[in-house]
């Protein structure tokens, strides 16, 4: 009996791996975002009742950010959470989809645009021709900048070295600026050495956890874009593997991945905001209506830029420009 019990216990085991898969993400361990990741590889191991087995993988540990997509592809990870401006060569409509510059702010409009209005087939076939499964996407708050020296005006973004990849560093050009594309864990040295003069990050949160403000004090009034909207991506491959319920469960846990972004991120955002500015965190002076309409000129024609890249990018422009 006590055979039969061992014999019965392995063979749970095994059946409860039956799917090992390794997620990698953007941010460091300990960070507020790296705790979503953490918690959406728990839930599709709880949700498939341990069939699928998730090794959350953080920042630098494996996976450069840079290399984060084609590891999806080859399958080097299973899943990923990329920053698509890092990858707007291999995948255009990724750059299209995070959002240009001068997007809305509103998640309800957002979640239309992605579940309503047909952004979703056009990302599924973007990703799915180049090996990925495209899941639930996730939104995250605005993007700012911050700066080691103080922006009264636009004019002073010229000559400065911005870590701006993707369509934010094409609009930073068109201001004069230097575009620079690093992975997040590089921005604090960058920073303090003088590499850079300034850096977007993918919200306020990014800049609080980077400790960003102790070797660059200052913030941009306007925000580059009022909203990012970022993808979970799965090896196909991989993906073909799972049976149907496994599938669900999967997508079930990037639904709830990206209701704890939502709500998590704007409570964040604030209590970033606040502790920031107690370690000495300046604001720039309001914008002139003269900065303004410079800051509207800058994003003038990517759209235009971005639906050449590809049929992709084609496509959820003409969806964008239908809807605006």
């Given at each position: 009996?006590?055979?039969?019990?061992?014999?019965?216990?392995?063979?749970?085991?095994?059946?409860?791996?039956?799917?090992?898969?390794?997620?990698?993400?953007?941010?460091?361990?300990?960070?507020?975002?790296?705790?979503?990741?953490?918690?959406?590889?728990?839930?599709?191991?709880?949700?498939?009742?341990?069939?699928?087995?998730?090794?959350?993988?953080?920042?630098?540990?494996?996976?450069?950010?840079?290399?984060?997509?084609?590891?999806?592809?080859?399958?080097?990870?299973?899943?990923?959470?990329?920053?698509?401006?890092?990858?707007?060569?291999?995948?255009?409509?990724?750059?299209?989809?995070?959002?240009?510059?001068?997007?809305?702010?509103?998640?309800?409009?957002?979640?239309?645009?992605?579940?309503?209005?047909?952004?979703?087939?056009?990302?599924?076939?973007?990703?799915?021709?180049?090996?990925?499964?495209?899941?639930?996407?996730?939104?995250?708050?605005?993007?700012?900048?911050?700066?080691?020296?103080?922006?009264?005006?636009?004019?002073?973004?010229?000559?400065?070295?911005?870590?701006?990849?993707?369509?934010?560093?094409?609009?930073?050009?068109?201001?004069?600026?230097?575009?620079?594309?690093?992975?997040?864990?590089?921005?604090?040295?960058?920073?303090?050495?003088?590499?850079?003069d300034g850096s977007i990050g993918s919200n306020m949160i990014d800049h609080r956890d980077g400790n960003h403000v102790e070797v660059a004090k200052y913030m941009y009034k306007l925000p580059l874009a009022g909203a990012q909207v970022l993808p979970i991506v799965v090896n196909r491959?991989?993906?073909?593997?799972?049976?149907?319920?496994?599938?669900?469960?999967?997508?079930?846990?990037?639904?709830?991945?990206?209701?704890?972004?939502?709500?998590?991120?704007?409570?964040?955002?604030?209590?970033?905001?606040?502790?920031?500015?107690?370690?000495?965190?300046?604001?720039?002076?309001?914008?002139?209506?003269?900065?303004?309409?410079?800051?509207?000129?800058?994003?003038?024609?990517?759209?235009?830029?971005?639906?050449?890249?590809?049929?992709?990018?084609?496509?959820?422009?003409?969806?964008?420009?239908?809807?605006?």
């Open positions: 009996m006590m055979l039969a019990a061992g014999a019965s216990l392995v063979a749970e085991t095994a059946a409860a791996a039956e799917h090992n898969w390794r997620f990698s993400n953007l941010y460091g361990r300990g960070t507020a975002f790296g705790e979503l990741y953490e918690n959406l590889g728990k839930n599709i191991e709880e949700l498939s009742d341990g069939e699928i087995k998730v090794q959350v993988l953080y920042s630098g540990e494996g996976v450069g950010t840079q290399g984060l997509l084609g590891a999806v592809k080859t399958g080097l990870i299973t899943m990923g959470a990329p920053f698509q401006s890092m990858h707007a060569g291999e995948l255009p409509a990724g750059v299209v989809e995070i959002g240009l510059p001068g997007g809305t702010a509103d998640t309800d409009e957002l979640y239309d645009l992605f579940h309503n209005k047909g952004w979703d087939k056009v990302l599924e076939k973007a990703y799915g021709s180049q090996g990925m499964v495209w899941l639930e996407p996730y939104i995250q708050p605005p993007v700012y900048i911050i700066t080691k020296k103080p922006i009264n005006s636009v004019e002073d973004f010229k000559g400065m070295k911005i870590r701006a990849p993707g369509a934010y560093g094409k609009f930073l050009r068109n201001l004069g600026a230097s575009p620079v594309s690093l992975a997040w864990s590089e921005i604090y040295t960058s920073l303090a050495t003088g590499v850079i491959n991989a993906w073909k593997k799972l049976d149907d319920d496994q599938k669900a469960a999967v997508r079930k846990a990037t639904e709830i991945h990206a209701k704890e972004q939502l709500e998590n991120s704007k409570k964040w955002e604030a209590e970033a905001v606040a502790e920031m500015e107690a370690k000495g965190l300046k604001w720039s002076p309001e914008p002139s209506e003269a900065d303004k309409a410079a800051w509207k000129a800058a994003g003038a024609g990517l759209y235009d830029e971005y639906a050449a890249k590809d049929k992709y990018s084609k496509q959820l422009i003409e969806i964008l420009k239908k809807e605006s």
